[in-house]
């Protein structure tokens, strides 16, 4: 059975969204109206539900009927993947920055060979 709630919600400009959230199976699918959204991307007001925070949503009722529906079983598998998915892109912005800081003091060993200062 699908079952289907669309909510508006407040961007961060102020500008007001709408999301579709609908469950088919177990699959959870959630579409925006801001520009990433409509651009197929995923955007900030998916997260911030699906992280389980509600403070842009415009109608407060809106957001226990989201609590709901989020705690069904047919969200279930999609907010554990999205855990999971969430966990490991965290762990490999941190390696990149971690990366990046590496790298820039290799540069700067690098430049020190070819330094003038080191020439004599």
Not at 15 to 25: C, E, H, S
Not at 47 to 62: E, H, Y
Not at 75 to 103: C, F, G, H, I
Request: with cysteine; aromatic share 6%; net charge neutral.
């Amino acid at each position: 059975m699908t079952q289907k709630l669309t909510i508006n919600i407040v961007g961060s400009s102020g500008t007001p969204y709408t999301l579709n959230i609908a469950t088919a199976g177990e699959d959870l699918h959630i579409y925006c109206t801001c520009p990433a959204g409509e651009n197929g991307k995923f955007c900030k007001h998916v997260g911030q539900i699906l992280d389980g925070d509600f403070s842009s949503v415009c109608d407060s009722s809106d957001k226990s009927l989201i609590g709901d529906f989020m705690g069904s079983p047919h969200a279930k598998t999609t907010l554990q993947n999205y855990a999971a998915l969430r966990s490991a892109l965290e762990t490999q912005l941190k390696a990149e920055a971690l990366a990046k800081k590496v790298a820039a003091k290799i540069k700067k060993e690098m430049f020190g060979l070819i330094s003038p200062r080191n020439s004599e």
